[in-house]
């Protein structure tokens, strides 16, 4: 037992962790993408989208499933509030008192959105969910959801510094872990109690079965392979496009470094001393959340993402087929020409930074600015030319159908095909980690410090309030997170907002615009890092001023996003239905069709 709580079996076993946790992030959150994209070409192609599949269980059995992550979550709830209580003053995590009461509220008006949704839908059984129907659209319940959710964390910024403060954290910390539990259990409960005496429920999750079904036929489908094809380099190509894509999110870190005490020379892990952030370095051991964390930081994202193409080329050579061939030689010079780009347009963002590793990146946007505001050019050629790397429409060009019936993989069936559609959704999520860290403040919130909030413009601060270091662990965990996925749903949509362009039309983006572009952005940095070195104190101060209002412009901007949010909950919706066909104009004359439409 002391060995287990030693650093010479922790430190490699949390480092498995990490590694672990990289790559199942990548797996399941590409598995989610493809349910996006189906979701989303169910909707605008009027198709049958991935609500169909589902696994009929009997009652008994999904009141359980429904019941049991429940009963495991409040479980976990209340090990960590007696943790902390056991740990020090049980008053004194208001983080994690805010942590609770929030997400207890929210649980509360989504379970009551969804169940007035579903009684609307089908109808109330008995007298409890007609209260549900009563308490109007499913719209307004989210817009009043969100709304004192918004109450809730203002209650708590105004107490901060009055004589309610510590009131308010008790109430917070206890009230709102139990709030949670009774929440959790409640929500849960009432779902088991609803279905137990069904005879059938189909589970559907949300429609993410799809893409498991998808996933486990794919893994019994027959292996193909062209009989005079090269059999090795056929064999490995799918690797070769497939594992790099995926370890290339190790270097990027998906919060902010843990900061332990040490003893005897090891780090101590029940010594926990903060975090790594604005005006705060570990001063005894630095425990990081990257997988990998080296030295030469996004050096290794390039490293490993030149491999790539020549898992593209190889499968195309090595099919023995033509339009695979033309489809290889179609990603490699693809790849290579925008890999040009990629690589220029990250050295302005180096130019500023002075560091290639990609914390130290993410630790100056936090003492400066985001990216998105010192790079703005940057962004947007970095952004086009990493799509294009991911070989996704509009770049699609390795692979279209309509060309070359589907380019270096035609001759792949199985789980190599799915190997090579599986690697495309993957390098989204790669590219979308690296943006974030490069142009959006990684796991950093505005004015967060490592003590908490820190509302600074110029020399005044206007406003602080304290946190827990362990709760701002979880929130900047939680912001990657967030900004990881937003930028992956970006990706997608794009890919049904424009066509696909011709290969001329590519390479002449990739040559003769978006390269010469990065070739001025990196000139246009270079003079404005001279500029601003040269300037007087005064003229640098300005500078520093403007860098504080940019994430004043971001925190603005997030609450106007909220407004926007609520206002277009609010707003009715009106459909307009276009009827074309003379079969169509008959069954709306006489009152419509009585099948139920297809699930998006």
Known sequence: ME?????????????????????????????ILTWVERRMRGMIQDSIGPNRAAIPLPGPVAAGLALGPALGGAAAVLGLWSTLRVEGDPSGHPGWGMIFTQTAVFLIWAFTAIMARVVRGGGAQGAFEEQFADLGEPRSIVVVGLLTQVAVLALGVATVGTPYEQSFTDLSFSGGMALLVVAMLGSAGYVASRIFTEKEVRLTLLGLLHPAADGLKTAFKNDFEPEKGDKLLYQLAPFLSFCPVLVLIAVVPFGPALCFGMTDGAIDFSAFQGIEAVGHACESARFSLQAADLDVGILYFFAIAGVSIVGAALAGWASDNKFSLLGGMRAASQMVSYEVTLG???????????????DQMV???????????????????????????????PFDIPEGESE?????????????????????????ISSSTLIVALFFGGWHLPFATATGIAVTLGDVTYFTASLEPSALAVLGFLTMLVKVIAMC??????????PRFRYDQLMRLGWRKLLPASLVNVMLTATVILAIQSASDKVQAGVAWLGQMSMLA??????????????YLMTPREKQRLVVSSSARYAESMGGVRSSKMEA
């Open 3 to 31: 060995f287990l709580s030693s650093s010479a079996f922790l430190l490699p076993f949390y480092g498995f962790l990490k590694a672990f946790f990289v790559a199942m992030f990548g797996l399941n959150l590409g598995v």
């Open 404 to 428: 070359i019936v589907a380019g270096y993989f035609t001759e792949y069936a199985g789980m190599k095909f799915a190997l090579f559609f599986f690697a495309e959704f993957v390098a989204v």
């Open 363 to 393: 630790l100056w946007q936090a003492e400066n600015a985001w990216g998105i505001f010192v790079q703005p050019l940057g962004f947007f050629l970095f952004l086009a030319a990493a799509i294009a790397e991911t070989k996704r429409v």
């Open 344 to 358: 220029l347009t990250v050295i302005g963002a180096l130019m500023i930074y002075g560091t290639v590793r990609i």
């Open 489 to 498: 749903v970006l990706q997608v949509i794009i890919r049904w907002t424009l």
């Open 554 to 567: 971001l925190v603005l901007g997030a609450l106007g996003s909220l407004i926007w949010l609520v206002v």
